[in-house]
């Protein structure tokens, strides 16, 4: 299977205008769908955590690894990419564990949502505390189906963002902080001026070699010139 096959296609300037133009979504959840989540929700131990909705908390880095890794790695990744889920379920364990927790990697992961529904699932794992970031992400990606595909995919949203202990209320102001939803908007833009990404997952590696793709594990430490003992 080519490269060009396993990325999400960026598209176009336009769309992310309308992203900030128009950053509310109002959705009306089907009685089902609420069901399952109070079902769901029920079942389910719930540590509290408070979202912190600051523009800095929300576009501080995140990052895994060694500040003086020898290779930095920024993967710009949108949340409802199913190429962006399969890289990090199939692909980046390996990476973990073979390059960031070695020493040799220091990963970063930015934002760059592709579309609405993208955009409030980013806003939701970076509202959290920077702990629950990564936790948060896994769990998005590895679901990505019963969430992104979901016809109402804010009421499933909602019941990620319980799992990981925010309430209903913090998490319908996050879905309508504009300033916040704007913030994670503008790391797309000057991520593509910057680095000109045109599909996700994209990586830019050490700041200035780009590579895209849904990489298997030995494609990625190739293109990356990394390699593990």
Known sequence: ????????????????NSMVQNTTIHYQPSRRS????IVSLSLTPINAYS????????TSPRVLGKADAPIKVIELFSMTCSHCA?????????????????GMVRFEMQPFPLDQVALRAHAL?????????????SL????????????????ALLQMARLAGMSTAEFEAVMNN?????????MRQDANR?????????????????????LSYEEFASKINATDT
């Open 1 to 16: 299977t080519s490269t060009q096959s396993r990325i999400a296609p960026f598209f176009t300037i336009v769309y992310v």
């Open 34 to 37: 609420m069901l399952m989540g």
């Open 51 to 58: 979202a912190d909705q600051s523009v800095e908390h929300v």
């Open 86 to 102: 399969s890289f990090h379920n199939n692909t980046f364990p390996d990476v973990k564990k073979r390059l960031i927790d070695t």
């Open 125 to 137: 794992a970076r509202a959290l505390p920077q702990s629950k970031y990564f936790p948060m992400v």
């Open 140 to 155: 998005l990606l590895k679901d990505i189906d019963r969430w992104a595909r979901n016809p109402d995919p804010l009421v």
């Open 178 to 186: 504009r300033p916040l939803l704007e913030a994670i908007v503008a």
């Open 194 to 214: 910057t680095w000109k990404i045109e599909a996700t997952p994209s990586f830019v590696i050490d700041n200035k070699t780009i590579i895209s793709g849904d």
